[in-house]
């Protein structure tokens, strides 16, 4: 069955970088898209972007340009965000999730960014 | 952007009655609308994609229709386990833009 196993949660301080990972199992990891998404009580839900699994072509929101990285390594199936320069802005739930419109999502990861 | 507006944002019904959310799209996207459930803690599930195709696995209760930018969600009979937050996402045109959320309750 299709997984999408994301990383555990993340305490970070204000100028700092997180990376956080999502291992795809059950299906040809590229074979689709993995596509990320940011989840707040006040903004709701937000597209970041995806990458093209394949290739490693991505496709971000301009919002989310300079903020989020988007890479996979395809030997271990996992694709990964990098979120950098962090403000309490960036405090959030992540998912990951396969395709670009999200068939399959992950169980989310909650980066809390705090000094 | 797009931008899709999400109606109601919250709604209380009773088991066994007919539900519907709306989704309507600030221009037009054919079919390429998707919804989604989400209930407290968990990950998104996909419920309808191309707003009118049945996820596998999802009750047939659920269905889409859609008439021009006007998307929506039915739920046939309310279940207990349907109690949770429905939102719509576009993928016609980037940057994809969800719907606010609606947040279904039980009356």
């Known amino acids: 069955q299709v997984q999408l196993q994301q990383s555990g949660a993340e305490l970070a301080k204000p100028g700092s970088s997180v990376k956080i990972s999502c291992k795809a199992s059950?299906?040809?990891?590229?074979?689709?898209?993995i596509s990320w998404i940011k989840q707040t009580t006040g903004q709701g839900l937000e597209y970041i972007g995806y990458?093209?699994?394949?290739?490693?072509?991505?496709n971000y929101n301009e919002k989310f340009k300079g903020k989020a990285t988007l890479t996979v390594d395809k030997s271990s199936s996992t694709a990964f965000m990098q979120l950098s320069s962090l403000t309490p802005d960036d405090s959030a739930v992540y998912y990951c999730?396969?395709?670009?419109?999200?068939?399959?999502w992950g169980q989310g990861v909650m980066v809390t960014v705090s000094s | 952007d797009i931008q899709v507006t999400q109606s109601p944002s919250s709604l209380l019904a009773s088991l066994g009655e007919r539900v519907t959310i709306t989704c309507q799209t600030s221009?037009?996207?054919?079919?390429?609308l998707n919804w989604y459930q989400q209930k407290p803690g968990q990950a998104p599930m996909l419920l309808i994609y191309?707003?009118?195709s049945l996820q596998t696995g999802m009750p047939s209760r659920f269905s889409g229709q859609y008439s021009g930018r006007s998307f929506t969600l039915t739920i046939t009979s309310l279940e207990p386990e349907d109690i949770a937050n429905y939102f719509c996402?576009?993928?016609?045109?980037?940057?994809?833009?969800f719907g606010a959320g609606t947040k279904l309750e039980l009356k």
């Open positions: 996402l576009q993928h016609y045109s980037a940057p994809y833009t």
């Open positions: 999730a396969r395709r670009n419109y999200g068939d399959y």
């Open positions: 990458i093209n699994t394949g290739s490693g072509g991505t």
């Open positions: 059950g299906y040809t990891f590229t074979s689709y898209y």
């Open positions: 221009q037009s996207i054919s079919n390429n």
């Open positions: 191309y707003a009118t």
